[in-house]
């Protein structure tokens, strides 16, 4: 297959409100179509007006962006970058459209997730679609990147963090510290349809979560992998265990400190700060525990060089660099792969 010339660099992501006005708006559209009533909106939208309705993750991306530029301007590669968003402003329909305007017709795309699934895959792939159907006359064309989950430069960054993390530890519980990586929980059918398998997500966030281990403690490390942010009415079962069930059970089985590293996210977004900053914080504190969070990749230098690495296996054949077993994934994914969940009625 002949590459096509590539023109620009799109950052794809989620979005989220930039004040009060806007989380409510916000919140039904991210769940529209759910049957979610405003009434549990309302009280997820606590969570965004505790940081007075302005989600972080707007302008982790905008220094995102800016890292990236930096690096391509250090590597010499001539690509303009734009920014969309699936939920909240800038649209990626709008971005694309603007796209058109200046004349650009095919685009490398990063999304941020760095695994696969229906939500953090298929969907944005689905975005895309969507966006070049809106527009009037040729849209540009987009290529997504592949997944990065075990990609040197985000596991040397996420290494890094727990490290940090751990010597905010008491001293004397340093050691013993228990190593616990957190995901977003997804529906457990949503995984056992992700990949040509199934069970791609589970699957990657492990290969994460043990690589980082390893980087930081040695071959064979323990670790913990749970989950956080579930949203799902109770019927449908999602991954388990949750971050506060789990830090109650290390708990109550004589664990005296814990290290929580979000592996499964890129920033630290309105999720991360809330669930494990407030949320697992607090429970940690009332079971006693020491009990620190490690930062997300965000802007580490690694983890920018590694994204940008991404981009020159599309430019320049760079051959891909990946540290786990399951080979590269993400690349010209099949329709069939991760699809989207059946919605039921409650």
């Given at each position: 297959?002949?590459?096509?010339?590539?023109?620009?660099?799109?950052?794809?992501?989620f979005?989220?409100?930039?004040?009060?006005?806007?989380?409510m708006?916000?919140?039904?559209?991210?769940?529209?179509?759910?049957?979610?009533?405003?009434?549990?909106?309302?009280?997820?939208?606590?969570?965004?007006?505790?940081y007075?309705?302005?989600?972080?993750?707007?302008?982790?991306?905008e220094?995102?962006?800016a890292?990236?530029?930096?690096?391509?301007?250090?590597?010499?590669?001539?690509?303009?970058?734009?920014?969309?968003n699936r939920?909240?402003h800038p649209?990626?329909?709008?971005?694309?459209?603007?796209?058109?305007?200046?004349?650009?017709?095919?685009?490398?795309?990063?999304?941020?997730?760095?695994?696969?699934?229906?939500?953090?895959?298929?969907?944005?792939r689905e975005?895309?679609a969507?966006a070049?159907?809106?527009?009037?006359?040729?849209?540009?064309?987009?290529?997504?990147?592949r997944?990065?989950?075990?990609?040197?430069?985000?596991?040397?960054?996420?290494?890094?963090?727990v490290?940090?993390?751990?010597?905010g530890?008491?001293?004397e519980?340093r050691?013993e510290?228990?190593?616990?990586f957190?995901?977003?929980?997804i529906?457990?059918?949503?995984?056992?349809?992700?990949?040509?398998?199934?069970?791609?997500?589970?699957?990657?966030?492990?290969?994460?979560?043990?690589?980082?281990a390893?980087?930081?403690?040695?071959?064979?490390?323990?670790?913990?992998?749970?989950?956080?942010?579930?949203?799902?009415p109770?019927?449908?079962?999602?991954?388990e265990p949750?971050?506060?069930?789990?830090?109650?059970?290390?708990?109550?089985?004589?664990?005296?400190?814990?290290?929580?590293?979000?592996?499964?996210?890129?920033?630290?977004?309105?999720?991360?700060?809330?669930?494990?900053d407030e949320?697992?914080?607090?429970?940690?504190?009332e079971?006693?525990?020491d009990?620190?969070?490690?930062?997300t990749?965000?802007?580490?230098t690694?983890?920018?060089?590694g994204?940008?690495?991404?981009?020159?296996?599309?430019?320049?054949?760079?051959p891909?660099?990946?540290?786990?077993s399951?080979?590269?994934?993400?690349?010209?994914?099949?329709?069939?792969c991760?699809?989207?969940?059946?919605?039921r009625?409650?």
């Open positions: 297959m002949i590459k096509p010339d590539f023109d620009s660099f799109l950052l794809l992501s979005g989220g409100p930039q004040g009060p006005d806007e989380v708006p916000f919140l039904r559209r991210v769940t529209a179509g759910r049957g979610v009533p405003d009434e549990r909106l309302t009280e997820v939208a606590q969570h965004y007006l505790h007075d309705g302005i989600s972080p993750i707007t302008a982790q991306n220094a995102l962006l890292a990236l530029q930096a690096e391509f301007d250090r590597r010499g590669i001539n690509l303009p970058l734009y920014f969309g939920n909240w649209f990626v329909t709008d971005t694309a459209r603007k796209m058109q305007a200046d004349g650009r017709r095919h685009a490398l795309v990063l999304a941020t997730s760095a695994t696969g699934s229906y939500s953090g895959c298929r969907q944005y975005d895309l969507h070049a159907a809106e527009l009037d006359g040729v849209a540009p064309g987009f290529t997504k990147l997944h990065y989950f075990d990609h040197p430069g985000l596991i040397t960054a996420n290494a890094d963090a490290r940090r993390a751990l010597a530890i008491r001293p519980l050691d510290a228990r190593l616990v957190t995901a977003h929980s529906p457990v059918s949503m995984n056992d349809s992700a990949g040509p398998d199934g069970g791609l997500y589970v699957a990657e966030q492990s290969t994460t979560a043990r690589l980082v390893e980087a930081v403690r040695g071959p064979g490390a323990e670790f913990d992998l749970v989950w956080q942010s579930r949203s799902g109770p019927q449908v079962p999602w991954l949750d971050i506060n069930d789990h830090l109650r059970e290390l708990a109550a089985t004589g664990t005296r400190a814990v290290v929580v590293a979000p592996t499964g996210f890129v920033s630290d977004h309105l999720e991360v700060i809330w669930d494990l949320e697992a914080r607090e429970t940690a504190v079971l006693g525990l009990y620190v969070r490690a930062a990749a965000g802007t580490d690694a983890f920018v060089s994204l940008v690495d991404l981009v020159e296996e599309q430019l320049d054949g760079k891909a660099e990946f540290l786990g399951l080979g590269l994934c993400g690349v010209d994914c099949p329709a069939s991760c699809p989207a969940p059946v919605r009625s409650a």
